[in-house]
């Protein structure tokens, strides 16, 4: 008989980003932390798809956690860095083709154990009864959390802004952390990154059909709809056969201002208890005071020294990509930036 975990106390946080602007970086400082479940990329890998029925059964969980679909195939063949179960290692289980969404990068973020984790997932999944979506999540969590001797959990995915309306609606106690770049430097590296080329193409190509992706996830109906289309959007607007030639930088710096709206959109109004902004070059010039920040914003009584001398060691200044472009691309790319780098206060 699996134990019920006990009840997590300090409300869950969420992570929310447009990408490519420092979010993994953060996920991977609380891994650190002794006592925060750092959850990286569950969502992402999951998709809409198991939020698709409101009160599904723990056996019809446990195939969405650990049934790859053609979301989940399509991340992992970008191989892109968040992607950590080894696929070309000897003796692993899973290939490309089957390896399980919670197994791409969530628990192997958690343990190197992460194939006897998955094995003792299932029973704990499939014994859950009939209930609420955010109730199958919210078990799984405090599950995890136990076992890793964790407080609180904050969950972390690539691009969560897109989807950010689903999480906040299933979870409305939870925070967020919003942690954003210069779009400049977010587009450039976008532009180099597998499952961006497929998201921005995709939305240029709809937009030339008429059909405006980005406005629609600031509707209330993309809650409800989300989970049917998806399957539907991968088959209209198949990656293989997408113009990623007519895709420019100035629409990935376009794309990224539309992400930032959606942020505002989401969470602008949510009070300072709700909402911390993390600017990733803040983080970069002075690691002590923002994870000071983010970790009292979390909950106080985490504060933990060894945790914060360890963690100011891994920022990195990196080298702009940005002043590397020509004058004229850097004149496209900043004026396609610009609603969103008004918005978060950066010079143009």
Not at 16 to 24: H, K, N, P
């Amino acid at each position: 008989m699996v134990t019920a975990p006990r009840p997590i106390t300090i409300p869950p946080v969420f992570v929310l980003s447009s990408g490519q602007c420092g979010s993994t970086m953060v996920s991977n400082l609380l891994n650190r932390h002794p006592r925060v479940l750092s959850l990286s990329e569950c969502f992402s890998y999951l998709g809409a798809v198991p939020f698709r029925f409101r009160h599904p059964t723990g056996n019809w969980m446990w195939k969405a956690y650990s049934r790859p679909r053609i979301h989940t195939r399509h991340m992992v063949r970008g191989r892109y860095e968040e992607l950590l179960y080894p696929l070309d290692a000897p003796h692993t289980r899973f290939t490309q083709d089957n390896v399980p969404p919670i197994l791409c990068a969530m628990l192997p973020h958690l343990t190197d154990r992460y194939e006897e984790l998955f094995d003792a997932l299932e029973p704990v999944v499939r014994g859950q009864p009939r209930q609420p979506i955010a109730d199958h999540f919210r078990y799984l969590f405090e599950w995890l959390c136990q076992r890793f001797n964790c407080t609180v959990w904050v969950e972390c995915s690539a691009g969560s802004l897109l989807f950010g309306s689903r999480l906040l609606h299933e979870f409305p106690e939870a925070r967020v952390i919003h942690v954003y770049r210069d779009g400049r430097e977010t587009a450039v590296s976008m532009s180099r990154h597998y499952l961006f080329r497929v998201i921005v193409t995709t939305v240029k190509v709809a937009s030339s059909r008429g059909i405006d992706i980005m406005a629609s996830f600031k509707r209330k109906a993309w809650e409800r709809t989300s989970p049917w289309l998806e399957p539907v959007t991968s088959v209209c607007f198949n990656p293989d056969r997408l113009p990623y030639d007519k895709v420019t930088l100035a629409d990935f710096g376009t794309c990224w201002s539309e992400m930032i709206e959606i942020g505002h959109w989401l969470f602008g109004h949510f009070p300072f208890d709700r909402l911390l902004n993390v600017k990733f070059e803040d983080m970069q010039a002075d690691p002590d005071a923002q994870l000071r920040r983010l970790i009292r914003f979390i909950d106080p009584a985490l504060e933990d020294e060894a945790w914060l001398r360890e963690a100011c060691s891994m920022p990195r200044q990196t080298p702009s990509k940005f002043a590397q472009l020509a004058p004229n691309e850097q004149a496209a790319l900043t004026e396609a930036c610009r609603p969103g780098l008004k918005r978060l206060g950066y010079p143009l």
